[in-house]
């Protein structure tokens, strides 16, 4: 029989909603005076592969759904650590499909798909878990936890991961920091803006410095400013060596930046700027 999953020592009890009946006041803890930098965190993940091969390479990839949908054709491209790449497309042209695939939600039909130097087609079980732990993961929704606040939404990945109390919070506040969200530490998600949110599910997705992040569409639901400010902030990761794949309809967002964009049409890639 297995028992039910109870915190460690080394978190705090969790603050209450308001709309909670029993309320208690909050103890999650806040970071040291003076943290790593983001980068130094960067740098002492380690490394798995040789820095000159590419960080994603997918070759001859197909992704057919159980229901005959054909997603994606003779996928072909290849991602350098480092690289912030856009991908375009209309609705339905397989950019999500392709996201899902780097991190081994789908599987792919046929053709090989390389990640931080694995053939995902090889990994189960816990190698695949293993893998994910170093993919980080922004969607347009947030899918953040509500009735946790935005500290626990950012430091759960950390201590589902079996960070220390003391990591987790000399992590903690310069991801707050970094994504403009030091002050709403204590705030539940149904108390920020939409932007704000969205920046939260990014700490969270960062905050245990990944090689590689994945965003799809996370300006989706934002308006100009509030996107502008979100690629911002991945540019910013993106400058201490954080590679970035992000989905987007918005031309406007791709056409103000100078970095690659490839284009999914019909399942099937072309390079649009190099
Ligand atoms: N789980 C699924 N089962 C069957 N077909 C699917 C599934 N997920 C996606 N598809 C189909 O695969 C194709 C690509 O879908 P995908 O979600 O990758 O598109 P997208 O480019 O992300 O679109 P959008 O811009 O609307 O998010 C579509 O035809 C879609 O209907
Ligand atoms: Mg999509």
Known sequence: MTSAVTPPKTYSPRRRHPDEQSRRPGTFQTAPATPP??????????????????????????????????????????IKRGDFLFVT???????????????????ATAGDILVDGQHLAKLRGNRLAMLRRRIGIVFQD????????????????LWAQGYSRKEINRRLRPTLRMVGLQHKASSFPDQLSGGEQQRVSIARAVVSTPPLLLADEPTGNLDVDNSRQVIKILEKLNSIGITIIITTHDEQLVRSSSHPVVQIQDGRLTYVRH
């Open 37 to 78: 930098s983001p980068k130094r965190q960067h740098q002492k993940q380690p490394q798995t592969s040789s820095t000159q091969a590419p960080l994603v390479a997918l070759t001859g990839v197909n992704k057919t759904y159980t229901n005959g949908s054909q997603a994606l054709r003779d996928i072909n491209l290849q």
């Open 142 to 157: 947030y899918k953040l936890i509500p009735r946790r606040t935005v500290a626990e939404n950012v430091s759960f990945v």
């Open 89 to 107: 497309g209309p609705s339905g042209a397989g950019k999500s499909t392709l996201l899902k695939l780097l991190y081994g939600q789908e599987r």
